[in-house]
């Protein structure tokens, strides 16, 4: 079959084939859809602006049964700091024995335990060592960190006197009073203050 001749048959076939696809997009009428109406808008719900009381509360008659939160008394916290309050320009000494060389050594200083494990409110009793008080945090950091390193369970607490910030450093808190009453004359040696056992307080 001649070139030309066979270009043109084919030419042919997919003009028939266009023509197949597109006569019904050419002669079939459109769609006529219904026009789109749009509704009116509704009315606005009506919402029930009445105040709602407020819900019946047990707290006041709950706080009343439970027990009261430990305190450390003023005077007898007063009277820890100033004894343990080391001045910032003075120099303090690291020679702090580890903590189970501590407990060890016997002390004819240390007070007899009272074994009093719960209080008048029903409350566990926890104790603290304070032993230091200083006006910069970096120095509390300091003797937490030198305690820590001997086995001392130490941490620093901030507190204000007056205008003042001021930190307090203690170990603990231990349910064994012995335990501590033991650490105060090596604690007191090595830091050169008057340390004082007190109640534990969140």
Known sequence: MDSVLRQRLVGTLVLIALGIVFWPLIVTAPDVRDPIV?????????????PINAPESYQDEVEVLLPNAPTVPVAE????????FIDENATI????????????A?????????????????????????????????????????????GYKAF??????????????????????????RFRPQIDKALGVESEILRYTQ
């Open 77 to 84: 916290q007063s009277a820890a700091d100033d004894g343990t």
């Open 93 to 104: 000494r690291f020679d702090v024995p580890p903590a189970d060389e501590a407990v060890m």
């Open 156 to 181: 620093y607490r901030r507190f204000m006197r007056g205008d003042e910030t001021l930190f307090r450093v203690q170990i603990g808190p231990n349910a064994e009073r012995e335990r501590l009453q």
């Open 38 to 50: 749009l509704a009116p808008m509704p009315q606005a719900p009506l919402i029930d602006r009445t």
């Open 106 to 150: 016997a002390s004819s200083l240390a007070k007899p335990d009272d074994g009093i494990l719960i209080d008048d409110e029903g409350l566990a009793q926890f104790w603290v060592l304070q032993v230091a008080t200083l006006a910069s945090e970096a120095r509390a950091t300091e003797v937490v960190s030198i305690l820590k390193s001997q």
